[in-house]
């Protein structure tokens, strides 16, 4: 059972010297190597596993193909501004081999959690010699998974998995104990940006959880472009979290006169305090035809954009 500690009741200064001397401990005279996205929880860690371990610590930025627009890049010299060297692994070619032929979400979970953790860190781990996989699993991630909503692909040894069995190391995850809105504190009071501490959130299969069906590279595209756009106008919203999904179906839709069979995007905005329930933001309805004007134009072949207004639960904040 995890302890859960409350944003209101945590104190952060307290919980980053309590973090890192668990690192430490942990980890003694060792290395570790440290997952970073570029998300809040995971540049929270690395924050905590640099001031820990310092050059003991290996940053991996893993370049799956299923990242936003120019993420590799901005990571890496945003963590360099901070003193923190980043490692671009480029494994574009395993993770679409490995998605290759599915269309189910928990088997195209699986796909990418076997990818990451066993294929690209595996080998990351056994060619440092390092023992140990800094990560940002927050508590909403077990909870999710462990009630079978959806499995988090950074969850393991609530479902009775060993990582050190399973991948030959063992997993750290500081901030398991956290919810969003407590990891934007402790995040805040390791020195991140705001534009860190602040991001929206992004799941672990990254832009694969925003793909219905398939997540092929034209699709994994499609939906990328589609983010930068709504990412760009919902911005200035202040809301929870924004997206584009995918849907699979092709519907019909009109091009110069004549009938186009094209894709269709679903936005969904979301106010949340710490993801466990969520509503749709009201957006005004002249966003919503700016957004959508924007998406037919920059994303070729989409005909068609909708706007998800179901709150959560019963729907979840990614689709699948």
Not at 223 to 236: F, I, K
């Amino acid at each position: 059972m995890i302890r859960e500690i409350l944003a209101e009741q945590l104190n952060a200064e307290q919980f980053i010297s309590e973090a890192v001397e668990e690192i430490r401990r942990a980890v003694g005279s060792g290395e570790a190597i440290n997952a970073l996205s570029g998300g809040v929880d995971s540049s929270a860690v690395t924050m905590l596993g640099a001031r820990a371990l310092g050059k003991r610590l290996r940053t991996v930025f893993v370049e799956n193909g299923l990242m936003r627009e120019g993420e590799p890049e901005r990571v890496r010299a945003l963590f360099g501004s901070l003193g923190v060297e980043v490692e671009i692994v480029d494994a574009r070619a395993e993770f679409f081999s490995a998605l290759a032929g599915i269309a189910d979400p928990e088997e195209k979970r699986e796909a990418i959690t076997r990818t990451f953790y066993r294929d690209v860190f595996g080998r990351v781990v056994r060619e440092s010699g390092a023992r140990f996989l800094l990560q940002g699993t927050i508590l909403t991630d077990v909870d999710e998974t462990v009630a079978g909503i959806k499995r988090q692909h950074n969850v393991f040894e609530q479902l009775g998995i060993d990582p050190e069995k399973a991948f030959g190391y063992r997993i750290l995850e500081p901030l398991v104990r956290l919810r969003k809105d407590g990891v934007r504190k402790v995040g805040r009071a390791l020195g991140l940006p705001e534009e860190v501490f602040r991001r929206i959130p992004f799941p672990g299969p990254a832009l694969a959880a925003r793909v219905i069906g398939a997540a092929t590279p034209e699709r994994i595209e499609t939906v990328r472009r589609a983010t930068a756009v709504v990412e760009r106008h919902l911005s200035g919203t202040g809301a929870f979290q924004y997206l584009a999904i995918l849907h699979e179906d092709r519907v019909t839709g009109m091009r110069d006169g004549k009938r186009d069979y094209g894709m269709q995007i679903e936005v969904r905005c979301w106010e949340s305090v710490d993801a466990r329930v969520a509503t749709p933001t009201r957006l005004p309805f002249e966003t919503l035809e700016r957004l959508a004007a924007d998406i037919v134009r920059e994303v070729p072949g989409v005909v068609s954009v909708t706007y998800h207004i179901a709150p959560k639960p019963p729907s979840t904040i990614e689709a699948v």
